[in-house]
């Protein structure tokens, strides 16, 4: 179906379907995760989002000896990780560093390559504490997949957070906009992301660009979509392209990720870190990786 063709259809998005998360595995020692997609044979219904792996809230207990994922490598797309509750740290092959609490995004751009570390940060990592965090996966379009690495630290206090209607909740913009307010995100391609808090009994009434791919992840609390079978925690609700409108009403008090974008629609190759078109491209990206060509941490 053509962008032409689905702005012509009915204004409400229609549900694809409701997602379960995967068994937990570890990713390095620190971030016990459930993954919803490429699981599920999500795939095209998610686009341009490859990956969305969730570390629900869990304890950990004090160490000196700060857990988390040693030196690897990413080419041809961009990690996206939301903290809601710990503390994270980041270093990179570029020369990038960072750290995010609750509240904060980091934002990276691996493109034609990076070398990164992801672990809790020391002194959250000293005292023990629970973390609760998304990692989520942006593609690159073709063009773009071998351009310069970049990182976005994107702080709490630089999310416009917008209160709804009625006092319904409240909306905070991570990138896209929503009612006039912008988020800092650069982003490659169209992509509205949204961290969206609704109390029970309560609506959110959203406007998605018809003809993007729009869904909806439940971190607590429990949620219908257009009228939709009801969702609960850890569970991922996907809509259809066509339609715009996207009516969130709240059972219980609840916290959503919002993530809406506009398909890419070209071949995905994937192994591994690495996200690029072809096969050929996955093997030199491996070289590339083992010729140091993506840079090493010092
Ligand atoms: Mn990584």
């Known amino acids: ?29 620190g971030f016990p995760v459930r993954n919803l997609f490429p699981s599920n044979e999500l795939d095209r219904e998610v686009s ?29 797309f961009e990690t996206v990780t939301i903290v809601y509750e710990g503390i994270l740290a980041h270093r990179d092959s570029a020369g990038n560093a960072g750290v995010i609490g609750p509240g904060d995004v980091q934002w990276m751009t691996a493109a034609s390559g990076i070398v990164h570390e992801e672990f809790h940060e020391k002194e959250f990592a000293r005292k023990g504490g629970t973390l609760h965090a ?13 351009s310069a690495p970049g990182y976005q630290t994107i702080l709490n206090a630089d999310i416009p957070s917008i209160d709804l209607e009625d006092g319904a909740g409240q909306l905070r913009v991570i990138a896209g906009s929503f009612l006039g307010h ?49 969702a609960g925690e850890a569970e991922l609700i996907v809509c259809t392209r066509n339609g715009s409108q996207v009516s969130v009403e709240a059972q219980e008090d609840s916290r959503l990720l919002v993530m809406a974008g506009e398909p890419i629609e070209e071949p995905i190759a994937r192994y591994g870190p690495f996200v690029m078109n072809t096969r050929e491209e996955l093997v030199q990206a491996a070289q590339d990786y083992q010729a140091g060509k993506m840079g090493h941490l010092s």
Do not use: C
Not at 134 to 146: D, E, R, T
């Open 48 to 76: 341009p989002f490859l990956m969305l792996d969730y570390a629900g809230p869990q304890y950990f207990t004090p160490t000196d000896h700060p857990r988390g994922v040693g030196e690897h490598p990413h080419r041809g």
């Open 182 to 230: 912008t988020g800092p995100a650069h982003t490659f391609t169209p992509i509205q992301l949204y961290d969206l808090q609704l109390k029970a009994g309560h609506r959110g009434q959203l406007s998605m660009p018809s003809g993007d791919n729009t869904s909806i992840f439940v971190l607590q609390g429990r949620v219908s979509v257009n009228g939709s079978q009801a």
């Open 134 to 146: 998304i990692q989520l996966w942006v593609n690159l379009p073709k063009a773009s997949k071998m």
């Open 1 to 29: 179906m053509s962008r032409h063709e689905t702005i012509a259809t009915a204004a409400t998005k229609d549900i694809v379907g409701i997602y379960q998360p995967g068994s937990t595995h570890m990713v390095g020692d």
